[in-house]
């Protein structure tokens, strides 16, 4: 009933930047919270950031200040800008939306996942 496609993902070297976006399809009425998670080999899936529909924001400590979540609403889509990558940083990332489907039901759907390697 939802599509979440996200791209952005590749290797970077410590220092550098990357984008990865997120879009939404499919039976959207609405779309409320929106966010990113990350799961490096042999640990647990974490929440990076997270942006409601009004507009306020989360992050996880490790990314304060470095990385930027942000949604365009009239696309469906959300953004992570990640600055000053580390290879700490390395990892699958995850879009995650909070769906009001047409049927006015709400579920929570996740991304295929998009690999962030950090590494020089």
């Known amino acids: 009933q939802v599509q979440l496609v996200e791209s952005g993902g590749g290797l970077v070297q410590p220092g550098g930047s990357l984008r990865l976006s997120c879009a939404a399809s499919g039976s959207i009425f609405s779309i409320n919270a929106m966010g990113w998670y990350r799961q490096a080999p042999g640990k647990e899936r974490e929440l990076v950031a997270t942006?409601?529909?009004?507009?306020?924001?989360n992050y996880a400590d490790s990314v304060k200040g470095r990385f930027t979540i942000s949604r365009d609403s009239a696309k469906n889509t959300v953004y992570l800008q990640m600055n000053s990558l580390k290879p700490e940083d390395t990892a699958v990332y995850y879009c995650?939306?909070?769906?009001?489907?047409?049927?006015?039901?709400?579920?929570?759907?996740w991304g295929q996942g998009t690999q962030v390697t950090v590494s020089s």
């Open positions: 995650n939306a909070e769906v009001v489907l047409t049927t006015r039901a709400t579920v929570d759907d």
């Open positions: 942006i409601t529909s009004g507009g306020p924001t």
